[in-house]
């Protein structure tokens, strides 16, 4: 199974502060996407990093990946109360493990 | 971004009824769907991989006769929950990939409550 597995599974901080979380999967992979979840609601893509890539940027966001750990991070910098939502990495296989429980308190 | 819809967006149904859930991927063509349950405060399980035009591949546990999966084209999917009972209320989420670029697109879910 190519299942990402996120860590820390809850993290809670203060507005403003940095917020990372990490994947870590167990094949090879073509790429990995990232995704928040509001309470309730469908996911929300956020970023897709290829395989050949190690780094990638969009906003506040920014990704890595070391293929040769076999782990991803997701960086939300400057966070606000907006981004309280649970986050997941997924491989090509699109299974999904418990995710990380961001709170940001304002 | 691409838009996947989901349609039922809610759904209340007596227990022994059928319901079906479509999955549109609304600006772009996918010839894989997937389809999941969610359980309040777990993850998503995926049940299923649909490809276009062909059966669809079940997850382990995952009924094929009672969950059915229809992938008749590019851009809808359905799922017939059939003979519902009540501990198949849930949250259905579909997600569609995007030809070429591979980018997975979710839908907005559909919360299913059998009586």
New interface residues.
């Given amino acids: 199974s190519q299942q990402g597995e996120e860590d820390p599974q809850a993290l809670s901080i203060q507005e403003g502060e940095n917020a990372t979380m990490n994947c870590s999967y167990k094949t090879s992979i073509?790429?990995l996407?990232w995704?928040r979840q509001n309470s309730?609601?469908?996911?929300?893509?956020l970023i897709?990093i290829r395989s050949n890539e190690r780094e990638k940027h969009s906003g506040r966001l920014r990704v890595t990946l070391d293929t040769s750990k076999k782990s991803s991070s997701l960086l939300i910098t400057a966070s606000r109360a907006a981004d309280t939502a649970s986050y997941?990495c997924?491989t090509g296989?699109?299974?999904?493990?418990?995710?990380t429980r961001l709170t940001v308190k304002p | 971004?691409a838009v996947?819809s989901?349609h039922p967006s809610w759904v209340i149904c007596k227990s022994g009824t059928s319901v079906k859930i479509e999955c549109r991927s609304l600006d772009f063509q996918a010839t894989t769907m997937?389809w999941?349950r969610q359980f309040p405060k777990?993850?998503?399980m995926?049940m299923a991989?649909s490809n276009e035009g062909s059966k669809a591949t079940y997850e382990q546990g995952v009924e094929k006769d009672k969950f059915l999966i229809n992938h008749a084209s590019l851009t809808l999917s359905t799922l017939t929950v059939t003979s519902a009972h009540p501990e198949d209320s849930s949250?259905y989420?579909c997600?569609a990939?995007e030809v070429g670029?591979?980018?997975?697109?979710?839908?907005?879910?559909t919360?299913l409550l059998v009586l």
């Fill in positions: 073509n790429n996407q995704y309730g609601r469908g996911l929300v893509h897709l997941f997924a296989d699109m299974r999904f493990g418990a995710g | 971004g996947v989901q997937f999941y777990q993850s998503l995926l991989t949250f989420i997600s990939r670029l591979g980018t997975q697109y979710f839908g907005p879910g919360r």
